[in-house]
C-alpha cells in the first residue's frame, strides 16, 4: 500500500502544471487518491496495479482473470508486460482439429523486456514422437537469427532440445529470471549435460534453477579426475538458487554432476543423494559451497552419517539445514570424527521422517564440539531443532535415555 501511496503521489506531482486549474488539480488529486473509487482511477495506475499484483509471479493468476472485469481493465492490463512473465509451456503442445495450440511465442513476445519465470514440463506419458513433432514446431516459429544457438551435434534427434533449449528465442533466454525443467524421469541418449551447460551458458540473468526428474548423462563422475569432470564450467553470477529432485531416484547422482559445473553465487541449495557412497574428494571439486546458507539433502538408505558431516563441515556460512530421509541414514558406531577447522554457523535445522534417536543425538553433540552456542538463560544449545515423524509420544518417553538428551540439551524442540 506504502508503495502505491508514493506512486499515487508521483503522478499528483507529475500532472500538475502552471495551466492547470485550481479545480482540475482538485479534480485530478481526488480520482488518483489511495481513497478513491477504483473505476476514477486513470488508466496508468490501474497498470500499476496489475504490475504490484503480479511482480514475481505473487497473484498473476489473479491479476489475469480481474484484467477480464470489463473491457477497460481488459485493455490496460494486456499491454502489462510483467502480467505474462509467469510462463508454464506444457509438452507435448496439444492439438485441436489437427493443429498445434500454442501461445508460447505470443505470450513471450508480450513480456517485452521483462524477467520471466519459465517452466517446461513434460508429460510422462507422452512418446517420442509426439515429443519430436512439438518440438519442431516450437522451432519452426523461432527465426533462425533468434535462436539460442547451435549446441546440439545431432539435430536430427528433436528431443535434444529439452537440453539445449533451442526451441526458445535468444532475447527470451537473456531474461529467464527462473528456469523450471520436469521431464518426469525421460531417458535420453547423447551428452545431455554438455547440452544443457551450452543452453544456461546464454541465460545470464537467471536466479533460480531447478531441476525435477531430468536424466543428465554423465560417466563415473566419482572417480573422473577434476580437471575433466570440470573442464566446462558456465558462470551464472546471478543464480542464487539451485534444486535439484527427483522422485523416480533414478537420475540423482547425474544431476548431482551439474554442480561441479556451475560457478554462482548459491545461497539456497537443494538436492537428493545418490544411491552411492561419494568420495569426500567430490564436494571439495563445489565452488560454491562456502556461500551455501540454506540446504535441503534427501538421504537414502545408503547415506553414511559420515557423509551428512562432510557436506555440512564443507559449508562455514550455513544458517539452516534440512534433511529429508533421516530414518535411512545409516546410523554412527561411534563418536563422529568432524574437521578441527569447522565451526558451525547452523541455527535451524529439520530432520523429516526420524526414527531411534541415536544420529539426531550424535548430530547435535557434533555440532555442540564445534561450535554451537550455548542459551545464557539455561545452558541448553542455542539451535532450533524441528522433527517429523509418524510416532511423535517416542520423543516425549522418559524411558528413551536419547530422546531425554535431546530434550534437555536443546533450547528449542518442536515435533510435528
Known amino acids: 500500500m506504502d508503495v502505491l501511496s508514493r506512486k499515487l503521489e508521483c503522478l499528483v506531482r507529475n500532472w500538475s502544471t502552471p495551466a492547470a486549474t485550481p479545480h482540475a488539480m482538485r479534480h485530478h488529486s481526488d480520482s488518483v487518491s ?23 509471479g505473487k497473484m498473476v493468476q489473479f491479476s489475469i482473470v480481474a484484467s477480464h472485469i470489463c473491457q477497460r481493465w481488459r485493455t ?23 493443429r498445434y495450440c500454442s ?41 533462425a537469427s533468434d535462436h ?13 532440445s529439452l537440453f539445449t533449449l533451442d526451441f526458445i528465442p535468444r532475447s527470451l533466454s537473456t531474461r529467464i529470471r527462473s528456469l523450471t525443467l520436469t521431464h518426469g524421469g525421460w531417458y535420453f541418449d547423447g551428452p545431455t549435460l554438455a547440452y544443457l551447460l551450452g543452453a544456461l551458458g546464454h541465460c545470464h540473468a537467471l536466479e533460480v534453477l531447478i531441476l525435477n526428474g531430468v536424466y543428465l548423462e554423465d560417466h563415473n563422475i566419482w572417480n573422473e579426475p577434476v580437471d575433466v569432470t570440470r573442464k566446462r564450467v558456465v558462470s551464472l553470477p546471478k543464480l ?66 559420515s557423509t551428512i558431516i562432510e557436506i555440512l563441515s564443507n559449508m562455514p556460512n550455513l544458517d539452516a ?13 561411534s563418536a563422529i570424527q568432524i574437521a578441527d577447522h569447522y565451526t558451525t554457523g547452523l541455527k535451524q535445522v529439520h530432520l523429516d521422517h526420524v526414527g531411534k534417536p541415536g544420529a539426531t543425538q550424535a548430530l547435535m553433540e557434533g555440532l555442540a564440539r564445534h561450535g554451537l552456542p550455548h542459551s545464557v538463560a539455561d545452558g541448553k544449545l542455542d539451535i532450533s531443532l524441528s522433527i517429523l515423524c509418524k510416532d511423535s509420544a517416542q520423543i516425549f518417553d522418559d524411558k528413551c535415555e536419547g530422546w531425554v538428551w535431546i530434550r534437555r540439551n536443546v533450547r528449542a524442540v518442536s515435533c510435528q
Open 34 to 56: 489511495i481513497n478513491a473509487p477504483i473505476h476514477t482511477l486513470p488508466d496508468e495506475v490501474l497498470s500499476y496495479i496489475f504490475e504490484l499484483g503480479s511482480e514475481h
Open 76 to 98: 490496460v492490463a494486456l499491454p502489462t508486460a510483467v502480467l505474462w512473465s509467469d510462463i508454464n509451456l506444457e509438452l507435448p503442445l496439444r492439438k485441436v482439429r489437427k
Open 148 to 160: 539460442v544457438g547451435k549446441i546440439t551435434r545431432n539435430p536430427t534427434n528433436s528431443c535434444t
Open 321 to 333: 539445514v534440512s534433511l529429508e530421509g533421516w530414518h535411512e541414514v545409516q546410523q554412527p558406531c
Open 240 to 305: 542464487r538458487e539451485i534444486c535439484l529432485y527427483d522422485t523416480d531416484n533414478v537420475c540423482e547422482s547425474a544431476c548431482c554432476s551439474l554442480l561441479l559445473c556451475v560457478d554462482a553465487p548459491i545461497t539456497s541449495l537443494a538436492f537428493y543423494l545418490p544411491e552411492a557412497d561419494i568420495p569426500i574428494h567430490w564436494y571439495r571439486r563445489i565452488a560454491f559451497l562456502a556461500s551455501v546458507r540454506t540446504l535441503n539433502l534427501r538421504c537414502t538408505f545408503l547415506t553414511k552419517f
Open 103 to 143: 501461445g508460447f511465442q505470443d505470450i513471450a513476445s508480450r513480456t517485452a523486456v521483462r524477467p520471466i519465470d519459465l517452466s517446461i514440463n513434460l508429460a510422462s506419458n507422452a512418446t517420442e514422437q509426439q515429443m519430436g513433432d512439438s518440438l519442431r514446431f516450437l522451432k519452426r516459429q523461432v527465426s
